[in-house]
């Protein structure tokens, strides 16, 4: 499209703008969280704060949507003029795979339980131990609250808004980029799923968060439509939010809680494990037999 300049540039180039973006939208992004929290609750710093776990949502939410929504935005309006098409976000996803999805959302999770005690079980550097102490501690600051209304909070600002930022930069951007650059789409979306789980910084659930990277590369492939991972990306999260507390409402310790010593986990685990399997495998012949665009 005429005056798209990004589109005309080296794929160097191009990376080099979306990085640019990415830094910019961090630092101007934390700057005015500091500022509305230094206005709203007396202090930029959380643990000063008057309300410390407001100021953290509100940090938060605007550190989602300057790191990650408006580079995105960004750069895809730099490809072609457009702000929602370089990212496939203005298709809709059909509604069989919506259904699916929303299955997958549900079975999928006692999968990823197991996933992540397992890979917390591997030991870690003393260094990565401290990056990992400090994004649980960030972590437990948000589910601390067990009310009905930081419910509704938490969902929205650790399930909708990280859900529809993050699905933007890595599968709406990221993604795109790396296939058009590489021409091989299954290598973009494991590079893309690497780089989603590393950036967390939470290396004690690398390997789910990269399997699940790479489902959510997989559904914008077969899909071609970016909401349909960003609807995968808001139910995971929100049914994991809504599980965590309704087992800690309960007085039940998560963190010493082992997923295999759950009464009937093995037999759980396996129909998960089936489902899932039938339900990515019918993804994948349903998108095989679309015409190619």
């Known amino acids: 499209m005429e005056g798209a300049f990004l589109a005309q540039k080296s794929r160097i180039i191009q990376l080099l703008y979306l990085a640019l973006f990415i830094l910019l939208g961090i630092f101007l992004s934390s700057a005015l ?27 938060s939410a605007l550190s989602s949507i300057g790191s990650f929504l408006v580079p995105s935005l960004l750069f895809s309006y730099c490809q072609d003029r457009r702000w929602w098409h370089y990212n496939l976000a203005d298709r809709k996803p059909a509604s069989y795979f919506i259904n699916v999805t929303i299955i997958l959302s549900i079975i999928i999770l006692p999968i990823v339980a197991l996933l992540a005690q397992w890979n917390e079980s591997i030991p870690l550097p003393e260094l990565l131990q401290g990056l990992e102490n400090d994004a649980n501690d960030i972590l437990e600051q948000f589910l601390q609250e067990h009310t009905y209304k930081s419910l509704v909070l938490n969902i929205f600002v650790l399930g ?45 659930g690398f390997i789910p968060r990269f399997l699940l990277g790479a489902y959510l590369g997989y559904l914008l492939y077969w899909s071609k439509s970016l909401w349909l991972p960003i609807l995968a990306h808001f139910l995971h999260n929100a049914f994991t939010i809504m599980l965590s507390f309704s087992l800690e409402g309960r007085g039940i310790d998560l963190d010493n809680i082992k997923f295999t010593q759950i009464h009937g986990a093995i037999p759980m685990l396996a129909t998960c494990i089936v489902g899932t399997t039938i339900g990515l495998i019918f993804m994948w012949k349903t998108q095989q037999g679309q015409p190619r665009e």
Not at 33 to 59: D, F, H, T, V, W
Not at 163 to 180: N, R
């Open 160 to 204: 909708l808004i990280p859900a529809v930022c993050e699905e933007f930069l890595f599968q709406g951007s990221i993604q795109p980029f790396l296939t058009e650059w590489s021409k091989r789409p299954h290598l973009a979306i494991w590079i893309t799923a690497f780089i989603f789980s590393a950036i967390h910084l939470q290396f004690a």
């Open 33 to 59: 969280g500091m500022l509305l929290s230094k206005l709203c609750y007396g202090s930029a710093i959380i643990p000063e704060a008057s309300n410390p776990a407001a100021a953290l949502r509100l940090q």
